[in-house]
């Protein structure tokens, strides 16, 4: 008997993604196609949202379902980071309507391949085997890899998206490898299963490099140092609401990968698997921090700055190193809550990527001079949300580096706190990149010969909205972040960490 | 009155200025007037919440918190909207409010470019918050929120309406303009002390849950366990460090201080004010409320480095100061002097050096506030700072010029001025630190800081000699300068009036401070 409820997420969603395509044969205005997406993406939230408290609601026995032998489950976890998928992909959306109009791009297909993409993610959420896990990261990186070439015309764009392709089916391989490895040891793939295996087995060296292609295949999909070469270029290229995705959504389904391998399938490993990540949180901080001073087109400082970010998020795992089994829930929440935050502000971010390019003509900080004086609001919200990515009180942000901090600190072994110095260090540095735009927008005068677009993209209802919506998640997290760890509470309290 | 002391008062001081912020956001730029208006009755009403507060403060507890509030904020990490305020906060959440008026004030007629009413009186309502919030707050999250409340703005203060002149970067040699330096400057010195601060507060949140049944981050309860004796060893070494960091940046204490000339020199006249009068107490005040009583033992030990790092800190001002040929320069290294006597005050941990300390804060920031008012005045009529070229004051501006003088009087600790009681008290509380620090060096600082005195009086003189005596230059014969002006009257009289309060009657402050500081010292120290 299966459990339909348990399903009802990723099945309005999936009814959502053929819908995309029949509205769209039939419509002639292909904002409809948008608009269907939009209801669907919030009609997803309904059985998120009864799954949610299906206990006091409904009466069910539990929250936590498990369906397919253990290989799909439904829990606290499954169902925060399903909604920020939902979320992500409805502001990406918003962000993509007028973007995709003001071209001759495939409309429909567009918002198809989105939505299909933002299936993988809820998927991926409460995937606890390798091959459902497997499944969920190639249907979000598929359409990434159609949707980053999307401006078929522009050299860059099919740089952008042959890069992220190539890359991104060596991280694929690689993962399976890891996984077939893993399997042939083990004889199983359920995470419950592999948590629970014979210590004898895990010790044995080939466990341990199965163990470390996997974490080399995710490290490609969160863009972490040194898998992360593809990023610059991938996010430079692709259309902006595209690498708003990617760089949010996209990324973000590569840390519930992780998380759910990491903390899932081998929390007695954390000796193994915690010194690699180390090294890569700590060389993402450092590379992406450090190259991200030199950038001077926004979309690329906001990669750089997206992979310094993969590096804060590992550092609690990283911190797991040397930690004893009772320090994982709280490293798992503080990735949690720092994913929660990051989707919100990155969105921000991207958004008003978008919005100024469309204003100003060119992501060229050069260009961007003297926003303030001629968009004063859409200059305000960049510092807001450029800010917020520093992790300045009171933007949400700051609450990100504390939860990271305090799982890093609370760890308490050598691991932990030189991750947390390493990441302290690298706070620092980045506030200069992130105030680069923010000095250009606020103290320099705009370029003579500047040329203003009228209105358009930059100040239509959807961009207005999407921004809103993250200019508000930013304030109201950053001054009530109890929301933030409640979620991230949530996430952790109903799974067997450390078992 | 029961909501006002049951915390409401407070949260009206700290959140007000953020209201009134709100509306001037709603106000469209062109409406000057109604801009002007919406800052006024904000910064009035604030300051009214603020003697209201001194109103309900019951002074025979002096040493109690009180008319706080203490709810959960963010409950998953235990941590508190804990506010209060005792003898010690009180002085400095009047000051805020006091100082923000009369930034408010000064403002009315007076608008750097490029104008931006709107935007300069929101930053400064939003500063507001930061300042009265920090010293307020009781738990270590609410703090750091605070305490890094004040930093865009300061920064966009800095980088908007800066000095627009070219300056070298030393060691990188590019030339930039001087207020994206200053402001950058600024900006990553505090926030590279601020994030050690936060390690060092996790680690203290850590630790407390060893010992009581919760974690906690309050600063009450981390206060008791520290004078318990719980936080000691390595532990508590590289916590104390890791906030030293946090709090000396601000303050700041040579040789970390750097940024300090630079964004006092930058920032627009108002900004220069609020940085000098409140923002640098965040750090001093720091140490008293947080350092001191939850890792005493530490402190004691590393008394003897903060007080020489003090006193350092007042010779290399006062030194500074006599190379200076920039006006708002030289003012800004007296801040270095001056805060060093603060920190010596406090480096002796006796509640003499402590009282001194918090005096020489309020001082401080009335006397300094006034100089940088005074400088940006003179610099908005001369279009220079340049003391070279200044000259003659006197004859051009009188009443600007007796403004000066008294200023620089006070400044350089006058008796029956303001000044001079934090500087007296420091020193006599030097002469004899708390027991077990060594007296015999705590004296050398007090014969370090003497001469720092008469450093302070050279150079303070030095520059009424070049700016207010003298014959005016050439350039300035046969041009018109309009001597102080309504408004600046207005801003400046109360911060007169003050410091000559303040001077012939500190009981003012010591009324409030010295039940505190002798409770704080009694329970760090154990009397």
Redesign the interface.
């Known amino acids: 008997m299966i459990d339909y409820h348990a399903l009802a997420p990723a099945a309005v969603l999936g009814l959502t993604v053929v819908a995309a395509l029949v509205v769209d044969l039939v419509v002639r205005r292909k904002v409809w196609v948008a608009v269907v997406s939009l209801v669907g993406l919030f009609g997803a939230f309904v059985p998120l949202l009864t799954l949610a408290f299906c206990e006091p609601l409904l009466g069910c026995a539990s929250t936590t379902r498990e369906l397919f032998g253990g290989s799909y489950v439904v829990d606290g976890y499954a169902l925060v980071l399903g909604a920020v998928f939902l979320a992500t992909a409805f502001v990406a959306v918003l962000l993509s309507v007028d973007y995709i109009e003001s071209d001759r791009y495939y409309e429909g297909e567009y918002f198809f391949l989105l939505l299909a993409a933002a299936l993988g993610g809820v998927v991926m959420a409460s995937a606890r085997d390798f091959v459902t896990l497997i499944v969920a990261l190639e249907l979000v990186s598929g359409p990434g890899f159609l949707l980053a070439g999307w401006r078929k015309a522009d050299e860059r764009s099919n740089e952008a998206a042959l890069k992220f392709f190539i890359s991104g089916v060596l991280a694929l391989a690689l993962l399976v490898f890891g996984v077939s490895l893993v399997y042939g040891l083990t004889g199983t793939q359920l995470f419950a299963e592999l948590a629970a295996v014979d210590p004898d087995v895990a010790e044995l060296p080939l466990f341990s490099l199965g163990l470390l292609f996997v974490l080399v295949g995710f490290g490609f999909k969160v863009s972490a140092v040194p898998f992360h070469f593809w990023t610059p270029d991938t996010y430079q290229g692709a259309p902006t609401p595209v690498t708003a995705w990617l760089a949010v959504g996209s990324k973000t389904a590569g840390f519930v990968g992780l998380l759910s391998v990491v903390f899932l399938a081998f929390p007695q490993l954390r000796h193994v698997w915690g010194p690699m990540v180390w090294v890569v949180a700590a060389a993402s901080m450092i590379v992406g921090n450090v190259v991200a001073i030199k950038q001077d087109h926004i979309v690329r400082l906001l990669g750089y700055s997206s992979i310094a970010h993969a590096g804060f998020i590992l550092a609690p795992i990283a911190a797991m190193a040397g930690a004893p089994a009772e320090a994982l829930p709280l490293a798992f929440y503080a990735a949690v809550a720092y994913l929660l935050v990051y989707a919100v502000m990155n969105l921000g971010a991207f958004g008003v990527a978008v919005a100024g390019i469309a204003k100003v003509g060119s992501g060229k900080l050069s260009s961007w001079r003297g926003l303030f004086r001629h968009s004063p609001s859409l200059a305000v919200m960049m510092?807001i949300f450029f800010?917020s990515l520093a992790g300045?009180?009171?933007l949400a942000g700051?609450?990100a580096?504390?939860?990271m901090?305090?799982a890093a600190?609370?760890a308490?072994n050598p691991w932990g706190l030189s991750i947390?110095?390493v990441a302290?260090?690298n706070?620092?540095v980045a506030?200069?990149y992130y105030?680069k735009p923010v000095?250009a927008a606020?103290?320099e005068e705009a370029p003579a010969e500047l040329q203003l677009a009228e209105a358009g993209a930059a100040s239509s209802p959807a961009m207005r909205l999407a921004l809103g919506l993250a200019v508000v998640g930013v304030l109201v997290l950053g001054v009530v972040?109890?929301v933030v760890?409640?979620l991230?509470?949530y996430t952790t309290s109903l799974l067997t960490l450390g078992g | 009155m029961e909501w006002f002391d049951n915390g409401w008062g407070l949260v009206l001081t700290v959140f007000l200025p953020l209201a009134g912020a709100i509306v001037l956001l709603a106000i469209p730029r062109t409406k000057e007037d109604a801009l002007k208006g919406v800052a006024l009755v904000t910064s009035l009403a604030t300051f009214a919440a603020g003697v209201a507060l001194l109103g309900r403060f019951d002074f025979s507890r002096a040493g109690e918190l009180q008319l706080g509030m203490d709810v959960p904020?963010?409950?998953?990490?235990g941590a508190r909207f804990h506010i209060g305020v005792d003898g010690i906060s009180l002085p400095l959440v009047v000051l805020s409010t006091f100082i923000t008026l009369l930034v408010v004030l000064y403002s009315w007629d007076h608008w750097p470019e490029p104008h931006n009413p709107k935007l300069l009186l929101a930053l400064v309502l939003i500063l507001a918050v930061g300042m009265t919030g920090t010293f307020v707050a009781l738990d270590l999250?609410l703090f750091?929120?605070f305490f890094?409340?004040v930093?865009?703005p300061m920064?966009?203060m800095i980088?908007?309406w800066g000095d627009r002149g070219i300056r070298e970067v030393p060691v990188f040699g590019w030339k930039l303009e001087m207020?994206?330096y200053a402001?950058?400057k600024f900006?990553?010195f505090t926030?590279?002390g601020s994030?050690?601060m936060?390690?060092g507060f996790?680690?203290l949140?850590?630790r407390s849950g060893t010992i009581l049944p919760e974690r906690t981050f309050d600063i009450v309860r981390l206060s008791e366990l520290g004078a318990a004796g719980a936080f000691t060893g390595t532990f508590a070494f590289w916590v104390f460090f890791a906030l030293f960091l946090g709090f000396a940046v601000k303050v700041p204490m040579w040789p970390l201080h750097t940024w300090l000339p630079d964004a006092h020199t930058a920032a627009p006249t108002v900004g220069s004010v609020i940085l000098a009068a409140i923002l640098l107490k965040l750090g001093t005040y720091a140490f008293v409320r947080i350092s001191i009583p939850i890792l005493p033992q530490e402190a004691a030990n590393w008394a003897w480095l903060i007080g020489l790092l003090a006193v350092i800190g007042i010779i290399y001002g006062s030194l500074a100061c006599l190379a200076q040929t920039d006006m708002k320069r030289l003012i800004a290294y007296s801040s270095v002097g001056h805060m060093g006597f603060v920190m010596l005050g406090i480096a002796t941990l006796t509640s003499i050096g402590i009282n001194a300390a918090i005096i020489g804060m309020v001082a401080h920031g009335l006397i300094t506030g006034l100089l940088f008012f005074l400088a940006g005045s003179m610099a908005h009529r001369y279009h220079t700072r340049d003391m070279g070229r200044l000259g003659g004051n006197m004859k051009l501006m009188p009443v600007m010029g007796v403004l000066l003088g008294f200023a620089a009087m006070a400044s350089l600790g006058l008796p029956a001025l303001a000044g001079f009681w934090g500087e007296f008290m420091a020193l006599m509380a030097s002469f004899d630190p708390l027991d077990g620090l060594d007296p015999g060096l705590f004296r050398g600082f007090m014969i370090a800081g003497a001469v720092g005195t008469v450093l302070t009086a050279g150079y303070m003189l030095w520059m009424l000699r070049e700016v207010n005596f003298g014959e005016p230059a050439d350039e300035w014969l046969g041009k018109e300068f309009h001597d102080v002006g309504t408004f600046e009257w207005l801003a400046w009289a109360p911060l007169v009036i003050a410091t000559i309060a303040l001077g012939v009657y500190p009981k003012l402050v010591f009324g409030m401070t010295n039940d505190a500081v002798v409770r704080l010292v009694e329970q760090a120290f154990g009397g």
């Open positions: 510092a800010f300045i009180p009171p700051w609450f580096k504390l939860a901090f305090q600190v609370g308490d947390a110095v302290v260090l706070s620092v506030i200069y105030a000095v606020f103290f972040p109890g760890a409640v991230g509470r | 904020w963010i409950d998953a990490i999250v750091f929120v890094e409340v930093l865009l920064y966009f980088g908007i207020r994206l402001s950058l900006f990553v926030l590279f994030a050690f936060l390690l996790l680690a949140y850590f």
